[in-house]
């Protein structure tokens, strides 16, 4: 049951969370942020201070289920909110929006039975696009579908990404989602690497801009009962990886710097601090042979890293929001039968605890993907980690709650989700931003398609294309063909997460080639490539009479940008590389380095 409002003589109105009848401090809402969280803090008991420093994974079960554990460990909704204290939830999929909004209204029902009632936040990974990576992103489910933000930077619009800015925070608020683990504000800057989808670009500036208008457009001017906190990722720059490989794995753990790039790479770090990110993630990587003013970086995860976090984040940089963790770092796993080891880069010597101690130390305030509690107390109990460190993370944790309202209401209208999530102002600015977004790199006069071209599609579902062309089932009756392709890459699956995370070369499939080669002796061929990477396109340069690149759009978002009827105006983002000997002389610090690329940054034609 939800604790009822009380009202105060003067007639105040208030929730009585701790249950004791009187108007505490830290249950005025005429009091600020600041001044509530200490009074709190001061209430609270070692085990609840503990609990606010963890934001781990919960499973979207039936509302008011608390007692089923989810897939990742023995632990139930219970077990996290009522018995180790844990209050910041990042969420996976669930079936609808207004199951969701159900089941956060329940669960901030169970917070309610914690000793002082601290209500939960919901964070999310982004999930307004086409990808789907259940431990990065997420594709669109209810709410409207947009482009993903290499396709914001591409149609080179700031307020186009304020557009989808306002619209991600009012679909999130409407659900119980007031946390964003984005934006992306690495540099793509290694054609590989299998996050820049949810990057805005290569370049530090259009990057730093397009991060600074996100973390605007969500947040607001200050946080209040209407914002989504932001989580600015991953510090200091996640671009640079050796060999293009993703921190995730193993094989990935390293970040290099061949090309003297590093402080390009903080730009749009120092811009979402200027915009007042309310927190910034460090990325799993270690850096190899870096030295900063003379500093030799510890070649640790940049979690794990005291001049990274504390030195250069916090006193350089002048930070003083929170500092979440990357998802595991301390604890191994097996997910679904596969293993997934702690991203603990550098110090896999160290033992549990001591690899906690550690990011404390760094400066670290939440332990992302973690429940380990237990460790903590340990810690604590043995004065290797002080009660007054611990009050200063728990500090910083609970004024963001107090700032976006949650102790004084955090519960949803679920009478209301169906009207502001996926709504048709929603759904229509998301699929014009997908048709703008597609990049014409090459035509041969076949561009704009009529209404009476007849074309022959694979990889298109002909049921949505509409009126806006005739299709076809067999090439001797089409005037072209449209071919739609997915950047290449290469098939993996020793670790979890390992089949969804693209990586390896970016060369296609002989196979592939030759299919589209085929259809182009019978007739010209469109080839449109959805770019979650970089791809090397070069040879289908002679072969098809035009090439189009796309960052996220429906069949019937291209053709809507093919036929003119919404123009395409994208530009790349990203350079598209000739060859992968290319890529691999390159530097993966430093952004467009690939030697004569087939299509460079900012290439894009127009049909008009």
Not at 277 to 284: G, L, N, W
């Amino acid at each position: 049951m939800r604790r009822s409002i009380s009202t105060t003589e003067d007639g105040v109105q208030y929730r009585d969370l701790n249950g004791n009848g009187v108007l505490d401090p830290y249950e005025d809402p005429r009091i600020d942020a600041e001044t509530r969280a200490k009074d709190l803090l001061g209430r609270l008991s070692i085990e609840e201070k503990v609990g606010l420093l963890f934001n781990t994974v919960m499973h979207v079960s039936d509302p008011g289920d608390h007692d089923t554990a989810g897939p990742f460990g023995p632990e139930s909704p219970r077990d996290f909110v009522v018995g180790q204290f844990i209050n910041h939830f990042n969420i996976g999929r669930f079936p609808s929006a207004e199951h969701m909004a159900r089941w956060q209204n329940a669960m901030q029902e169970l917070a309610e039975q914690a000793p002082h009632g601290i209500p939960i936040t919901f964070a999310t990974d982004p999930r307004h696009g086409f990808a789907q990576n259940d431990g990065m992103v997420f594709s669109t489910g209810s709410f409207s579908q947009w482009p993903e933000p290499l396709g914001l930077a591409a149609i080179g619009d700031p307020s186009v990404v304020s557009d989808f800015a306002e619209t991600a925070r009012s679909e999130y608020v409407a659900v119980g989602l007031r946390a964003a683990i984005h934006p992306q504000i690495d540099l793509a800057s290694d054609p590989r690497w299998a996050r820049q989808l949810q990057s805005f670009s290569s370049d530090p500036d259009v990057t730093s801009l397009y991060g600074s208008l996100l973390i605007s457009g969500l947040q607001g001017e200050t946080l209040s009962s209407t914002s989504v906190a932001c989580t600015a990722k991953h510090f200091p720059g996640g671009g640079a990886q050796e060999n293009g490989e993703d921190p995730h794995f193993p094989q990935g753990k390293a970040q290099i710097y061949p090309g003297g790039n590093f402080h390009e790479h903080l730009a749009p770090f120092r811009a979402a601090i200027a915009a007042g990110t309310s927190a910034i993630m460090p990325y799993y990587s270690l850096a190899k042979d870096l030295v900063i003013d003379g500093v030799a970086v510890d070649e640790v995860g940049f979690a794990y890293s005291k001049y990274l976090i504390t030195t250069l984040l916090r006193e350089e940089l002048g930070f003083d929001g929170v500092v979440l963790t990357d998802w595991q770092l301390v604890t191994d796993l097996e997910a679904f039968g596969l293993p997934f080891p702690a991203k603990a880069w550098g110090v896999e010597h160290l033992s549990r605890i001591e690899r906690v101690e550690k990011l404390f130390d760094a400066g670290s305030d939440q332990l992302g993907g973690e429940s380990c509690t237990d460790l903590v107390l340990e810690l604590l109990t043995s004065g290797r980690l002080s009660e007054e460190r611990l009050d200063a993370s728990a500090l910083r944790v609970l004024q963001v709650k107090f700032e976006l309202g949650l102790f004084d209401n955090p519960y949803v209208d679920e009478n209301e989700v169906a009207v502001i999530v996926g709504s048709e102002p929603f759904r229509t600015a998301g699929h014009r931003a997908q048709a703008e977004s597609v990049t014409v790199l090459k035509n041969h006069g076949v561009l704009p398609l009529r209404a009476d071209t007849r074309v022959y599609v694979e990889g298109v579902n002909a049921t949505v294309v509409g009126d806006r062309v005739v299709i076809v089932d067999d090439k001797k009756d089409a005037d072209v063909a449209l071919i739609r392709i997915t950047a290449p890459f290469e098939p993996r699956n020793e670790y979890f997460l390992d089949a969804m995370t693209h990586q390896g070369s970016l060369d296609f499939p002989d196979e592939e080639i030759a299919r589209v080669q085929a259809i182009a002796a019978e007739l010209p061929v469109i080839l449109d490539v959805y770019l979650e990477r970089a791809a090397i396109l070069t040879p289908f340069e002679d072969i098809a009479a035009a090439i189009t690149a796309n960052f996220g759009a429906s069949d019937a978002a291209l053709l809507d940008a093919l036929t003119g009827a919404i123009p395409p105006r994208g530009r790349l983002p990203i350079e598209l590389p000739r060859s992968m000997s290319a890529v691999e002389a390159s530097h993966p610090d430093v952004p467009n380095n690939t030697e004569d690329p087939l299509y460079p940054y900012g290439a894009g034609l127009s049909l008009t």
